[in-house]
């Protein structure tokens, strides 16, 4: 098996401090984690970049449209024949004692944004959307194999120079005892106020720093008030985790994702601004 380090597409600066390219955004059910996929996507194309959202969440299908896009594309795993197809190629891997957490079920060593088929990526404003695969019917099985195609996509995709990629993961802590993020290397843990959302992302930091990831930023979301902030951050500090930036509550944001419309920074751009300008230092 690969070394995670290996899979990393590392780049530095010449100050020596590594480049975020493969950026993974995750966290407790509901935190905010879509929200802030869709807000730091269109900050980082305001600012220059060409960006790539990946969808990595089998459960919700709502990524799309808080990006704007009128559609969702079709999904990768139907690119590769198909759930079921993707399911027996692993047992027969299975049966030849290889690991999940090594299994391959891509042909190609490299995959560029350019090379996947228009059906399944879809473009707007600079942004590119691909989706890895959903649970879509009761009894359709486990997520597995969407887990094995996430994992293999992130580490062979090859960005262009001034190209981020950003996942979008699964709510909690699977997508870790996967492996889908050896070959990420910045997580962004987005903590909202709530005891189970500090306590998880104690454990994310932990499992991050386990598969060698070296930046991983914790950002507070729906904050109310700087007295919420300082106690979270408190609660933070209590698990030694800093807290690198803070977006508040914004109505716009809550009333666009209860109407199912596009989610824009227009309330929360400064603070989106600042966190951009720590991931991109
Ligand atoms: N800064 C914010 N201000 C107001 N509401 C917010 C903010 N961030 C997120 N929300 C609201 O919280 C809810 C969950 O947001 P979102 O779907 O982004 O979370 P998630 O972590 O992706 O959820 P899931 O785990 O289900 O994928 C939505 O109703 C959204 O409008
Ligand atoms: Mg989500």
Redesign the pocket.
């Known amino acids: 098996m690969r070394c995670a380090q290996e899979d990393r597409d590392e780049i530095w600066y010449n100050t020596g401090v590594k480049k975020m390219r493969k950026l993974a ?1 995750c ?12 807000l730091l996507a269109r900050g980082m194309r305001h600012k220059g970049y060409a960006v790539l959202v990946v969808d990595s ?1 089998e ?2 299908s ?2 799309y449209r ?1 990006l704007g896009f009128d559609a969702a594309p079709s999904s990768l795993i139907d690119l590769i024949g198909g759930k079921k197809a993707v399911k027996q190629k692993m047992a027969s891997k299975f049966s030849a004692a290889e690991s999940e957490a090594s299994m391959t079920v891509l042909e190609q060593d490299e995959i560029r944004v350019a090379e996947i088929p228009p059906e399944y990526t879809f473009s707007r404003d600079g942004i590119a959307l691909v989706s890895v695969g959903k649970i879509l019917q009761s009894l359709e099985g486990c997520a597995c194999p969407m887990g094995v195609l996430s994992r293999e996509f992130l580490r062979k995709l090859r960005l262009r120079d001034n190209e981020i990629m950003i996942v ?1 993961m ?3 802590v699977e997508h870790f005892g996967r492996g889908v993020e050896t070959s990420i290397d910045s997580v962004l843990i ?1 903590v ?1 106020p709530s005891f189970d959302s500090l306590e998880l992302a104690q454990k994310m930091n932990s499992l991050a720093a386990g598969i060698g990831i070296n930046n991983a930023w914790v950002i507070l ?3 109310t008030s700087e007295e919420l902030a300082s106690r979270l951050e408190a609660e933070l500090g209590k698990r030694n985790i800093a807290v690198s930036g803070c ?12 109407e199912g419309r596009p ?1 824009y920074d227009r ?2 751009a400064e ?1 989106i601004g600042k966190v951009l300008d720590i991931l991109l230092e």
């Open positions: 955004v966290g407790k059910g509901g935190s905010g984690k879509s929200t802030l996929v869709t969440d459960s919700n709502g990524l808080m979008d699964e709510a909690g987005v909202e979301n729906k904050i977006i508040h509550y914004d109505a716009e944001i809550y009333e666009a994702c209860l989610v309330g929360a603070d």
